[in-house]
């Protein structure tokens, strides 16, 4: 009898694991929807501010240019019924919560083709869906580590697209303003001009600037578009551009010169910046070995030597030493990007 119990033991132990790492997944699940869905009770959508939103979002997906208008209606054949409904419930409670202007915005920058709705669900499943992993892995303790690192890589996702179409508008922005001063020249007006830029101009500058267009033609200003721009790309060089256009309408001159030696000076300034990312190289790089050596190494403990991994979070001492030298990290992280960060 004493030989069977012993014999029974580990299975036991491993249907108990399974059991509680079920439990912590379908309550997350829970605790998820609750917090996603509850909102939509409480509050009301406003019809006029939703059309609004709407055609918002059809202008800068036309200016993107290659989108139309019967691929954003959920009914195509490529969506099945259930997806549709599961995206129009996301929808309903991203606009009770006031989220909906915000991802529009965050994906505008980032130049990603996705409905906001799209986008808070790919991020409620990989959060999810990670927290699930982690806690088969170590246990109930998993699941809020599993579940910040997948939120911790959407954001991480988002920004990066974003910082790198920031840096290529900005790369660009010299060739398009150059573009723009000869197309002056020859005797173009400036709506004309953005016009050309648009048409021979690359992603992103080709779109930012026929997004500005298209507001143009439904009735905005010119500069206040342009200042969009500036407000979406955050871009110094830009806002001085738009400087020059207003006051070349309300004062006068010669805009083309003007927009040339902008040009000028602006590829001065990125011909300093190549030179000194070509000197902090090795400094970015060591910055990124370190960070990610303590990662990588965790990870490959808890796959083949999870035993040896294991007192790091079952006891008391493990936790506090895991929470403090993951806090020591991001103070790490933290100090090396400022150190490795330079503005010209």
């Not at 909102?39 to 993107?64: F, I, N, S, T, W």
């Not at 927290?131 to 911790?152: H, S």
Request: hydrophobic share 50%; with cysteine.
């Amino acid at each position: 009898m004493i030989a069977a119990a012993s014999a029974l033991a580990p299975h036991s132990s491993g249907m108990q694991l399974w059991v509680v790492c079920a439990i912590a997944f379908v309550a997350m699940l829970a605790v998820a929807l609750y917090v996603l869905l509850a909102p939509m009770a409480k509050r009301q959508r406003v019809d006029k501010q939703a059309r609004l939103d709407e055609v918002h979002r059809y202008r800068v997906l036309g200016a993107y240019g290659g989108v139309g208008l019967e691929e954003l209606e959920p009914g195509t054949p490529a969506e099945s019924a259930l997806t549709t409904k599961a995206l129009a419930m996301v929808d309903k409670a991203v606009r009770a919560r006031g989220q909906h202007n915000r991802i529009v915005f965050e994906l505008e920058r980032a130049g990603m083709r996705m409905r906001p709705e799209e986008w808070a669900g790919l991020q409620l499943a990989i959060t999810v869906g990670l927290a699930a992993v982690v806690a088969f892995l170590v246990g109930p303790f998993g699941v809020p580590i599993g579940g910040l690192v997948g939120w911790a890589a959407c954001r991480f996702y988002i920004r990066r697209r974003t910082r790198k179409r920031l840096e290529a508008f900005q790369t660009q922005l010299p060739d398009a303003l150059q573009m723009l001063a000869g197309a002056l020249r020859t005797g173009f007006a400036l709506n004309q001009a953005l016009g050309t830029v648009v048409r021979e101009g690359i992603e992103p500058v080709s779109s930012e600037f026929g997004r500005a267009l298209h507001e143009v033609r439904l009735g905005a200003n010119l500069e206040d578009a342009l200042d969009d721009v500036v407000d979406r790309m955050k871009s110094y060089d830009m806002g001085l551009v738009v400087m020059a256009i207003r006051t070349a309408r309300e004062v006068g001159g010669n805009l083309a010169e003007v927009l040339q030696t902008t040009v000028h000076t602006m590829r001065e300034r990125v011909e300093l910046h190549g030179q000194v990312r070509v000197l902090s190289a090795e400094g970015r790089f060591s910055a990124k070995v370190l960070v990610a050596l303590p990662i990588l190494m965790a990870v490959y403990l808890l796959l083949f030597k999870k035993a040896y991994l294991k007192p790091l979070y079952t006891t008391g001492t493990g936790v506090a030493l895991l929470v403090g030298g993951v806090l020591l990290l991001i103070a790490g992280v933290f100090w090396l990007s400022r150190l490795t960060k330079i503005e010209v």
